[in-house]
């Protein structure tokens, strides 16, 4: 056979073009097969990756941080108001405690008495003042003009302190330690500004145990009462434990701000049920204000 020596290639366009499908043919075949192998695809079939992964790790592992943070701001809380937290004592003889008619009796619904023990009549208090000015209640004071109160930070020391004034309207009383110490206070809150589901310590001396710390939430508020025929329009409702020697003791906010006082519960047949009601502090402050002035 006689060899063609005219033979040429005039154009590169079609071997060209042919030869691109060939290596895009190959490199898709291999992307394809990497993607199936891949070790993150195989987990993408088991896992579902959330929308936000930053926030879900971060939470994971903060999770047991979180806990010793709140475990130490609830520490710090009570260490800020219990120094403020004090005993009231009558210190009339043989002073019998009131005794609650019978539409207080049958409704369940009645103030927060103080103790009654053998070493006296014992109720709680909280200085709001560095000047040794005492909120309680009305029904701590009893019928008494000159009261024991008993401060336990830095050892227990008991001074005489006189009533500057009561109402009844609110249960409220306020005192003045006969001392020209300096004493321990405490930040007054707003308690308009709370909310239900507000967690909240309940301080006092319930029968006879000093400073007593119990926790809960707010309940309720703007609670609408009447105990003994005296109507209560806009009490706090908390699911924190209050017995008989926390009258008088504060209701304190998760920021350590007094944010009521602690004065009545409902208890049916005597029977505890995990209701209380506090009086708000802006109510104390308005008592407070009317009484000093």
Same mark, same amino acid.
């Given at each position: ?28 075949? *291999?992307? /394809?097969? %990497?993607?199936?192998? +891949?070790?993150?695809?195989? !987990?993408?079939?088991?896992? $579902? ?72 009549? *014992?109720? /709680?208090? %909280?200085?709001?003042? +560095?000047?040794?000015?005492? !909120?309680?209640?009305?029904? $701590? ?85 009447? !105990? ?66």
């Amino acid at each position: 056979m006689k060899k063609n020596k005219d033979f040429k290639i005039n154009s590169f366009f079609w071997p060209s073009i042919v030869m691109m499908i060939f290596i895009m043919g190959a490199i898709w075949s *291999n992307a /394809s097969f %990497i993607k199936s192998k +891949s070790p993150l695809n195989k !987990i993408n079939n088991f896992v $579902t990756i959330p929308d936000n992964p930053v926030t879900l790790q971060q939470d994971i592992q903060a999770s047991p941080q979180t806990a010793f943070v709140v475990q130490e701001g609830i520490n710090q809380v009570i260490a800020m108001v219990r120094p403020s937290v004090v005993g009231v004592s009558r210190i009339t003889e043989n002073q019998q405690l009131p005794v609650n008619n019978n539409q207080s009796f049958n409704s369940g619904l009645s103030y927060l008495n103080p103790y009654q023990s053998q070493s006296g009549t *014992n109720g /709680s208090g %909280i200085i709001v003042d +560095s000047k040794g000015y005492v !909120i309680t209640s009305s029904q $701590t004071v009893g019928n008494d003009k000159i009261l024991r109160v008993t401060l336990f930070s830095g050892g227990k020391r008991e001074f005489l302190a006189d009533i500057i004034g009561i109402d009844p309207n609110t249960d409220l009383a306020l005192l003045k330690i006969r001392s020209h110490d300096v004493f321990p206070t405490v930040i007054l809150g707003n308690s308009d500004l709370l909310k239900v589901g507000d967690i909240v310590f309940a301080i006092g001396s319930p029968f006879g145990f000093s400073r007593t710390v119990t926790m809960g939430i707010v309940s309720s508020h703007n609670r609408n009462l009447n !105990i003994d025929g005296v109507r209560y329009p806009d009490m706090i409702q908390t699911d924190a434990t209050v017995n008989q020697g926390n009258d008088g003791g504060p209701l304190v906010n998760i920021k350590g701000e007094i944010i009521g006082i602690n004065m009545a519960c409902f208890m049916p047949n005597n029977q505890f049920s995990g209701i209380g009601f506090a009086v708000p502090i802006n109510n104390v402050l308005l008592f407070m204000d009317s009484m000093i002035q």
